[in-house]
């Protein structure tokens, strides 16, 4: 069973985010604020629906004849090595730097809590790494993942179903 692009605006309006519809494919668009940067975020749905893409739009940039190329993509392989959800691609042609995650939606939807999951994990997971491939980029030396914040033990996006497991609020907001 797929989803209806219909669906996916419900959901996120439940988060309470606010986003631009593409108006020839079935994109939708939003901004979101974290620790560390601003982000603009595209989630794609693809093949009738049977498939859900989230994806940064000019997330980082480090062109193929940078001097710390190498310590980069060393770094997005551990990156994808240690994540489950988010991946890391850079593009040899512009050098651009994205993150993405992909739901396969064959034979179910995706439920809010599913989405609000989706969403928790990927924002903070981008913001954080978004730091440590931004001074790998100045220095060519991989900082570390950066320490959690105190004021937020866990995670809650927008206002979306329920809250975090920890009961927090996120360092995530919609700009």
Same mark, same amino acid.
């Given at each position: 069973?797929? /989803?209806? $692009?219909?669906?996916?605006?419900?959901?996120?309006?439940? &988060?309470?985010?606010? $986003?631009?519809?593409?108006?020839?494919?079935?994109?939708?668009? $939003?901004? /979101?604020?974290?620790? #560390?940067?601003? #982000?603009?975020?595209?989630?794609?749905? =693809? &093949?009738?629906?049977? $498939?859900? =893409?989230?994806?940064?739009v000019a997330y980082l940039q480090c062109p193929a004849d940078h001097p710390q190329l190498a310590a980069v993509l060393k770094l997005l392989a551990y990156a994808n090595y240690q994540k489950r959800f988010v991946k890391f691609g850079w593009d040899p042609r512009d050098g651009e730097i994205m993150a993405y995650a992909d739901l396969w939606l064959m034979d179910n939807g995706v439920t809010e809590e599913q989405f609000h999951c989706m969403l928790g994990t990927y924002m903070p997971t981008i913001d954080a790494a978004a730091l440590r491939i931004g001074k790998t980029i100045e220095t060519g030396i991989d900082p570390g993942e950066p320490a959690p914040p105190n004021h937020a033990p866990g995670l809650a996006v927008g206002g979306g179903p329920g809250t975090s497991p920890g009961g927090g609020t996120t360092p995530i907001k919609e700009i």
């Open positions: 069973m797929a /989803i209806q $692009f219909d669906r996916l605006q419900e959901l996120m309006k439940k &988060e309470n985010l606010r $986003f631009f519809i593409a108006p020839d494919e079935p994109v939708l668009q $939003f901004k /979101i604020a974290g620790l #560390y940067g601003k #982000y603009d975020i595209m989630m794609h749905l =693809q &093949e009738d629906g049977r $498939f859900l =893409q989230f994806r940064t």
